[in-house]
């Protein structure tokens, strides 16, 4: 059989049963207003340094007893001249049991009654076709897109990015200033060559 080059296609949908506590945080995740007013869409940024080489930027948005939504952005520079770096955005039930983490291209999600990942980039149509669903039966449950909850969660992953970069530009704008202001005091404290 031919594979078909044009028009439209179908694929069966991938329903995965995750436990109640995930399926309620991702329906209230998706669920939740994108409106700046909520105080779930103000982000907390924690930068922790870890040794001259080592750093951590922490965005933290949280919707209290609902869910946790960090952005973490790891820089590991030991020896300087290895760089390694990672960051990914996570959401998290209140009790850490479980999470689905997004890297812009792989999707994990780990469960105590399922853990798979998925790379989004090699195999976008898993992702779409992926629906979850709860282990056990909850009022009003309906199949929850992974394709959707990617896209929301990359929405915070931008924003939370862009913050961090701001804040290294407004650091290295801050420390190019200091030189500044250092170099002319240190002319000024050197004195003049007469000719």
């Not at 998925?118 to 709860?134: C, G, S, Y």
């Not at 970069?165 to 007469?194: D, F, H, L, T, Y």
């Amino acid at each position: 059989m031919a594979t078909q080059e044009y028009g439209s296609k179908v694929v069966d949908a991938n329903t995965v049963k995750v436990s109640a506590q995930l399926y309620r945080v991702v329906k209230s995740f998706l669920n939740s207003s994108l409106k700046t007013i909520y105080l779930w869409n103000t982000g907390v940024h924690q930068y922790r340094r870890f040794g001259e080489w080592s750093w951590e930027d922490v965005v933290t948005f949280r919707k209290a007893g609902k869910w946790t939504l960090k952005y973490i952005d790891k820089v590991e520079q030991n020896p300087p001249s290895e760089a390694k770096s990672e960051n990914y955005v996570v959401l998290e039930t209140p009790n850490l049991r479980s999470h689905i983490k997004f890297d812009g291209v792989r999707v994990e999600v780990v469960d105590p009654v399922v853990a798979f990942t998925i790379d989004a980039h090699k195999n976008p149509v898993e992702l779409e076709r992926t629906l979850l669903v709860p282990d056990r039966d909850l009022p009003f449950a309906e199949p929850l897109s992974l394709a959707e909850v990617v896209e929301k969660m990359a929405l915070y992953f931008e924003t939370a990015q862009r913050h961090i970069e701001e804040c290294a530009r407004k650091g290295e704008a801050e420390a190019s200033a200091e030189a500044a202001v250092e170099a002319s005091a240190q002319s000024a404290r050197e004195p003049a060559v007469s000719g």
